[in-house]
């Protein structure tokens, strides 16, 4: 149903507004405007710039001349005179010139420690043997090596008997460093794709410079290997990527029992991935994804509780867990698993 007044609008659709504008008069054209302003005071329709009139009246000088203003404004600031201070400056200064004060060097000077007659007395006639057993008792005995006494049943001056070593100087143990893996990244790859018999166990262990695509073939080599039986990566910065690769493998592979990933980049995410993976693996026992750079989380834990409840193959799962709920649920799940397996083995010897 439309409107009456819809089909009175509908004749000025058609009619070109420039044309009636062209053929007003400049009377027209400003009365034309005021009768805009009373319909809408604030132009609204229009931009911001547009909406304040023209009220100059004075006709322009001629086309702007950014540097001729410039000049003339540089110009008529040197022309007008300063206003006078109140108070003339002098250059004179006032108050007291700041001189920091020294302070006094410390000396520390050594006090004189006197003892009484029977005690000074007492300790010039004492023997090297009293005098050790003295610092000894006093608690000193650390602060002393003397190698005299080094070896028990040293002889004392009166040649009597034996003297108890009393004082005896800690040799200090030497810290080595630890040797550099020898494992052959290449050579050892190779073996895996080869699928060599004699290739039970794989250590990257702390190979730092392991490209994360090499590491991936690793992984793709382990799907179709059927002789390697630990394999461990631990601080070889393994990242995410190389995790998703490793849970793709823990689903199709059937030989391996222990994996190693401690010490990486892996986050959330790719511990999850291998979590998931987990859940259809039935032959690994033992996996290590203790210490990487950022915390699991609540909820890695709960998934991880949850797995070790679901799969009864896993005996040893080295994490440390922040939660009290996870440890507790994740320990009655190891020990399930280990009473399972020693039932096993009893029924087996009984046979």
């Known amino acids: 149903m439309s409107l009456p007044f819809r089909k009175e609008l509908e004749k000025y ?56 203003l410039l000049s003339y404004l540089e110009k008529q600031a040197l022309e007008h005179k300063d206003r006078e201070d109140f108070v003339p400056f002098t250059g004179e200064k006032k108050g007291k010139i700041f001189i920091p004060k020294e302070k006094p060097i410390e000396t520390h000077t050594e006090e004189k420690v006197t003892l009484e007659p029977e005690l000074e007395e007492a300790l010039a006639g004492a023997s090297d ?8 008792v006093l608690g000193v005995h650390n602060m002393v090596n003397n190698p005299q006494f080094d070896e028990e049943g040293t002889s004392s001056k009166d040649g009597k008997g034996s003297v108890r070593n009393v004082v005896k100087g800690e040799k200090v143990k030497p ?90 980049f892996i986050t959330g995410a790719g511990i999850l991935a291998l979590i998931d993976a987990l859940k259809e693996n039935e032959t690994l026992t033992e996996i290590k994804i203790d210490n990487q750079r950022q915390q699991m989380g609540t909820a890695v834990e709960m998934e991880i509780a949850q797995m070790l409840e679901e799969n009864s193959k896993i005996l040893k799962f080295g994490y440390q867990f922040t939660k009290q709920g996870p440890r507790t649920r994740v320990a009655a799940a190891i020990t399930k698993n280990n009473d399972l397996v020693r039932k096993k083995r009893v029924e087996a010897d009984r046979q």
């Open 129 to 136: 043997t009293e005098l050790y057993d003295l610092a000894a």
């Open 13 to 68: 659709k058609n009619i070109n507004e420039d044309e009636i504008l062209s053929k007003l008069s400049e009377e027209e054209l400003k009365q034309l405007e005021h009768v805009l302003d009373d319909l809408d005071p604030e132009n609204a329709l229009l931009p911001a710039g547009f909406r304040q009139k023209d009220q100059t009246n004075k006709a322009a000088t001629g086309p702007f001349d950014r540097d001729r």
């Open 175 to 264: 810290i080595f460093e630890e040797p550099p893996n020898p494992t052959n990244v290449e050579t050892s790859l190779q073996r895996m794709k080869a699928n060599d018999p004699s290739l039970l166990e794989v250590n990257l262990n702390n190979i730092k410079n392991i490209p994360i695509p090499t590491l991936k073939e690793f992984a793709k080599a382990l799907e179709t290997n059927t002789h390697v039986k630990k394999f461990s990566l631990a601080a070889t910065r393994s990242n995410d990527p190389v995790a998703v690769a490793f849970a793709d493998m823990l689903k199709v592979n059937k030989a391996l029992k222990s994996l190693n990933i401690e010490s990486n």
